[in-house]
């Protein structure tokens, strides 16, 4: 079964703190996302990449930075954390084509709590 | 540019009712439409599609209609159970490089 992995389902960390969220899709895909979702505001698009070592901004970027290295792993960085990052983070990802026509595929989430 | 409507929730049904769950939507061309189920601590499911006009998506007794001419893809079950409790995404592949989402709607079902 394909598989979109967050390295955590739970993480508590410390105002200050250099947080790292990972994720991992054994699909092969070119595209991956992050989002995060908060009560009454749906789901907002942090970063994406279309490709190894690139990356787009999202609606909501500022606050967060990210890497791919290689084309499996996204992983979502959070500078110098903050409580209003306090949320639960979703990463997904699928093949070309905005999502046409197959979707996307999500992992468990993580849900980080910021101190 | 490309946007999706939601009904607003919570949606409170009883075992066996009759769901149904509204999405519209807003996009130039024929994009592709999707149902996603989210329960709780989880992340998305892809629950059904469809991707031209007229298509019928469905999966687990949920069903929904690609129809053009309204520009909706509403949610319908015909007899929800409380394992159905979760929320609901509405969400489109248009024009844009990614998917759009709806808010939202959450459904409480209840013995």
């Known amino acids: 079964d394909v598989k979109v992995t967050q390295s955590s389902r739970y993480l508590v960390k410390r105002t200050g703190e250099k947080v790292f969220l990972e994720c991992v899709q054994d699909?092969?895909?070119?595209?991956m996302f992050w989002y995060r979702q908060d009560p009454g505001l749906g789901l907002r698009l942090i970063y994406f990449?279309?490709?190894?070592?690139?990356?787009e901004k999202g609606d909501i970027p500022e606050g967060y930075s990210v890497s791919r290295e290689k084309k499996e792993r996204f992983s979502l960085i959070l500078e110098s954390a903050s409580t209003n990052q306090t949320s639960m983070y979703l990463c997904?990802?699928?093949?070309?084509?905005?999502?046409?026509?197959?979707?996307?595929?999500f992992g468990s989430g993580t849900r980080l709590t910021v101190v | 540019g490309d946007s999706v409507t939601q009904m607003e929730g919570p949606v409170t049904l009883s075992e066996e009712a009759f769901l149904t769950i509204n999405c519209t939507y807003t996009?130039?061309?024929?994009?592709?439409l999707f149902w996603y189920v989210q329960y709780p601590g989880e992340g998305l499911q892809l629950l059904l599609k469809?991707?031209?006009?007229?298509d019928k998506g469905s999966n687990k007794g949920f069903e929904a209609t690609y129809r053009k001419e309204t520009t909706s893809f509403h949610l319908e079950k015909g007899s929800v159970q409380v394992s159905d409790s979760a929320v609901y995404f509405c969400?489109?592949?248009?024009?844009?490089?990614?998917?759009?989402f709806g808010t939202g709607t959450r459904l409480q079902v209840t013995l």
């Open positions: 997904a990802s699928s093949p070309p084509g905005g999502g046409r026509p197959y979707g996307y595929t």
């Open positions: 699909m092969d895909h070119e595209n």
């Open positions: 990449s279309y490709d190894v070592k690139m990356k």
């Open positions: 996009a130039t061309g024929y994009p592709s």
């Open positions: 469809a991707t031209k006009a007229d």
């Open positions: 969400a489109l592949s248009g024009t844009a490089s990614k998917l759009t």
